[in-house]
């Protein structure tokens, strides 16, 4: 069996783009307490899209940003689906008009990251549940930590499997 690359990268966007804005408006549409706070879910758009404007290069093709600073943020402070409206408006600004990517591509890694985003406030969610749901104290520390390492490693998976398949990645990464 011969596996078309080509093929697999075009398929993998598609679940990127279509997946994340799906995940997005069930996002909103099953916690629509982000209506309540629109002061709040602004200022989160604009930080992550100030923070995606200026990414920290890694190489050529990888780079960091700090959105999940405000991610986290908002999502503790506001809830969840604030944190996702503010990460898909947020990439998308800031990649179609600032960063002047194609609207597939601001797509692609908006969806992108909200699925990294989901995928790590479940496992957040799963340890806080698992530990007595603790308050806003030191016992939230297994939950922070949860989720901020589920984070990185779905962002970062989802992020290099495209530059891994094409062999874009440097031998120190």
Known sequence: MTLRIPAVLDAYARVLAWGGLLLALGALASDPRFLDAPGATLVLIGAVALLRMFPVRLSKYSYL??????????ALAVGPAAAVAALFVGTMAADTLWLRKPQWVGLINAGRE??????AFGVDAAVSVASGRPSLSADIF???????????????????????VRDKLEEAE
């Open 114 to 119: 909200v699925i990294a985003f989901v995928a």
């Open 65 to 74: 940003t700090q959105s999940v600073v405000p991610m986290a943020v908002g």
């Open 142 to 164: 297994p939950a922070v930590f949860s989720f901020a390492a589920a984070y990185f490693i779905a962002s970062r998976s989802l992020f290099y499997f495209t530059l891994l």
